[in-house]
């Protein structure tokens, strides 16, 4: 089962990484939403997956009976899934908004804050592009 | 449990709250958000000072006893940049006066201000690693608000790159920590130091730590991590990008250097070599960008990109000299880096621009504000007896002593193309005749000309300038205080006790 989770993790950010990466904004938020689960099964895994009882204390019990599933995981899951959400609220009206100003929803024309200088044309707008894609595969 | 150590986090989020009730009332909203900020400066004094008398304090949230529950732990290091944070929270607040207008504030400009510095603090106090995690979102959806507040097209798309790899780098960070928890079975800093010596599969730990070493990378700004800062560091008002080039990055360089010296220290050889070779090109790469650009706060924000260089730098060589080094450019650069900015506002609401090319005369017709850039440009570059000189003297001497020999020379050469792209801005902004003023000034730049505006404006420079000026003269109290952060920081086996105690 551990083996199955993981594989099907790694296809996750695998699919994720294609759609950030692709230079489309709407592809970036599925992308997003997908390597956020990813990451949520991740933690999952990582954590065990175990068929025992739940951590609770009999009434007349001091201590749990043993074995007991690790609570802390999903724990940590419900953390990220709460901030996830509340980021992926904000990126989308982000982008709408980005999308309402700049007329644009492919990065590679976005260029409004990264002008070329005259001077410098080239080695702003290779900065540009970079910063779009470099870090992303940097990470992968 | 002691209250000091809880209060730079509890204090920036009161008066976010009520700054957010006080949002109809703008005069008494300011007031309390300068009030705010200076009792969170005086908090973070008193808690440098407590530590610097009796050494680490941590409290145990709850008393939950570690490492179950959370622990907020002071060192000196946490101790040192909660207290530049004070400072500079201090600083922008008071600039803030004389900057923001009446829209921004009325669209909780003081809120969000006061959230992204909770957020920094509870950042350096945590010992918890997934605390740290939500330490860095609370301060991520703070810098968001303020990044893109105002609207303007430049920052919607600046705002679009930062959210981005911001959001890449943060699942980075939690997947490295879901896979920690699953090797070692705990996220307490001080447990995971002795959890992670027994973990059988080294290799794979090695993997994990190069996870985190992306995540705090890309949060650093550092090689080749750092194209969305220069991206989008000049878009929003001065107040902003001056906490967010002061503090942000350098909360990715703190959890650098955290992790770095007492959880991830099982193969320095290895992880700290890749940290040594970018932080090289860091330098490089950062000054090297300085020399495309003709615009004050772009070429401040490659600045920045160099300097955290020299700071991970500091770290790699890993020795007591070189982390002093480091603790000591991190608040030096702090300090200076967030100073530059705010002139870079003043010099825009004097003259009208940010664009180099359309600046001039300031040194004709400004002298104060010369002399403020002037001393702090020549401390960026490490020119003697600023305090630039000593942070770059400490990590120099430590590449000699370490034999890195490539690195030290390295570190000069920067120093020296530093002075080059402050030599142009003073050329250009201060030095050459004002332009012929067809244009104008900027759509968009409000005049204030007010007394009253110009005091906010110049006392957090002046401040700031007296700060670099202390702290190059008078270096010996700041470097023995660096040096007693960098020897808690080699010695983990200090911050350890301190947080698990003696109960194992």
Redesign the interface.
């Known amino acids: 089962m551990e083996t199955l989770l993981s594989v099907i993790c790694g296809l996750m950010v695998a699919a994720s990484l294609y759609l950030?990466l692709s230079g489309n904004?709407i592809r970036?938020i599925f992308g997003?939403v997908l390597?956020?689960n990813a990451?949520n099964l991740?933690?999952f895994?990582?954590?065990?997956l175990s068929q025992t009882r739940p951590p609770l204390i009999d009434p007349d019990a001091v201590i749990p009976a043993q074995p007991l599933a690790n609570a802390?995981?999903q724990a940590?899951i419900l953390?990220?899934i709460v901030?996830g959400f509340?980021?992926l609220t904000?990126?989308f009206i982000?982008?709408y908004?980005?999308y309402q100003?700049?007329d644009t929803v492919e990065?590679e024309l976005?260029?409004?804050?990264?002008p070329s200088?005259g001077?410098?044309a080239e080695?702003?707008g290779q900065?540009?592009i970079?910063?779009?894609h470099?870090?992303?595969g940097?990470?992968a | 449990m002691s209250w000091l150590v809880v209060l730079p986090v509890i204090v920036p989020f009161a008066v976010a709250a009520v700054t957010l009730c006080l949002r109809n009332h703008l005069r008494l909203q300011g007031s309390v958000a300068i009030s705010g900020a200076l009792a969170h400066f005086v908090v973070c004094m008193l808690l440098l000072a407590r530590v610097a008398k009796t050494g680490m304090v941590t409290v145990q949230i709850g008393s939950w006893s570690a490492p179950f529950g959370i622990t907020l732990a002071a060192d000196h290091f946490s101790a040192i940049l909660l207290a530049v944070t004070g400072i500079l929270g201090l600083s922008v607040a008071a600039y803030s006066r004389a900057e923001i207008r009446a829209g921004m504030l009325a669209a909780g400009y003081q809120p969000l201000l006061h959230i992204l510095i909770g957020g920094v603090c509870g950042a350096f106090l945590t010992g918890d690693l997934f605390n740290l995690y939500v330490w860095f979102e609370v301060m991520l959806m703070a810098s968001f608000g303020l990044l893109v507040m105002g609207g303007e097209k430049q920052q919607l798309d600046g705002g679009v790159k930062y959210v981005m790899i911001n959001l890449f780098a943060t699942l980075l960070f939690i997947s490295g920590i879901g896979l920690l928890y699953g090797m070692t079975g705990t996220l307490n800093m001080a447990d995971l130091h002795s959890a992670v010596q027994q973990v059988e599969h080294k290799g794979l730990l090695t993997a994990v730590a190069a996870l985190f070493m992306t995540a705090f990378g890309i949060k650093a700004g550092i090689f080749p991590l750092f194209f969305w800062l220069p991206a989008s560091y000049h878009t929003p008002p001065v107040a902003v990008s001056t906490i967010m080039a002061g503090l942000l990055t350098k909360v990715g360089v703190y959890a650098l250097i955290r992790m770095f010296t007492l959880v991830f220290i099982f193969d320095i050889a290895f992880t700290h070599g890749i940290l040594l070779a970018a932080g090289v090109l860091t330098m490089i790469v950062g000054v090297l960008g300085t020399a495309a650009f003709y615009e004050f706060r772009r070429i401040l924000s490659f600045h920045i990109i160099s300097q955290v260089g020299y700071m991970v730098l500091g770290l790699a060589l890993f020795t007591p000299l070189a982390l002093t080094g480091a603790v000591f450019f991190l608040a030096h650069n702090m300090i200076v880096k967030a100073n530059l900015f705010l002139i870079s506002g003043v010099c825009r609401q004097k003259a009208g621009s940010f664009e180099l090319g359309r600046l001039g005369g300031l040194y004709k017709n400004h002298g104060f504000i010369t002399i403020l850039f002037f001393i702090s440009a020549f401390s960026l570059a490490g020119f003697p007896p600023l305090s630039g000189f000593w942070a770059k003297f400490l990590v120099i001497r430590a590449g000699l002593e370490a034999k890195a020999y490539v690195a030290a020379a390295a570190a000069i050469v920067v120093g020296l193309l530093t002075t080059y792209s402050m030599t142009k801005i003073w050329a250009e902004a201060f030095w050459k005749p004002a332009p012929a003023a067809e244009s104008g000034p900027e759509p968009g730049l409000d005049k204030q000309g007010s007394g009253q505006g110009d005091f906010w404006l110049y006392a957090p420079i002046v401040v700031l300038v007296a700060l670099t000026l202390a702290m190059g003269l008078l270096p010996g109290p700041f470097v023995s205080l660096a040096g007693s952060a960098a020897h808690e920081l080699m010695n983990p086996g200090i911050y350890v006790e301190a947080v698990l105690g003696g109960g194992r």
């Open positions: 950030m904004l970036f997003l390597a956020t990451v991740l933690i895994v990582a954590g065990r802390l995981p940590l953390t990220a901030i509340a980021l904000f990126v982000l982008f908004r980005a100003a700049l990065t976005m260029r409004v804050s990264e200088q001077r410098d080695e702003g900065a540009g970079d910063g779009a470099g870090p992303g940097e990470g």
